[in-house]
């Protein structure tokens, strides 16, 4: 069974830098595009940036450009977000996700992912 292992998540403070990363369990998935999302408590899940397996293009949502990075390293089959200058409105449980659709369509809005990890909890204090 395919599947995806988020790690890195833990309690920082304002201000803190945090990188997490999913590992996905099959070489399958290294054509994949990979994303990550959030979901904190009362909220819907919230698109976070994707990248495209193939070329490495980006994509993110308006909001976290400059202080939030995704990146992949091919070798080890994993995908990474590295968020720097942390608030406490970040806490949430983070999500990465995979599905075969090109970076293009897997970016359109309510687009739906196939393939998730169990999440980790970010938590920042203030």
């Known amino acids: 069974q395919v599947q995806l292992v988020e790690s890195g998540g833990g309690l920082v403070q304002a201000g803190d830098s945090l990188r997490l990363s999913c590992a996905a369990s099959e070489r399958a998935f290294s054509g994949y595009t990979k994303a990550w999302f959030r979901q904190a408590p009362g909220k819907p899940r919230e698109f976070l940036a994707a990248i495209s397996w193939t070329d490495g293009n980006t994509y993110y949502t308006d909001s976290l450009k400059g202080r939030f990075a995704i990146s992949r390293d091919n070798a080890k089959n994993t995908v990474y977000l590295q968020m720097n200058s942390l608030k406490p409105e970040d806490t949430a449980v983070y999500y990465c996700?995979?599905?075969?659709?090109?970076?293009?369509?897997?970016?359109?809005?309510?687009?739906?992912?196939?393939?998730w990890g169990q999440g980790t909890q970010v938590t920042v204090s203030s």
């Open positions: 996700a995979a599905d075969q659709s090109p970076l293009t369509i897997a970016t359109r809005p309510r687009y739906e992912f196939r393939y």
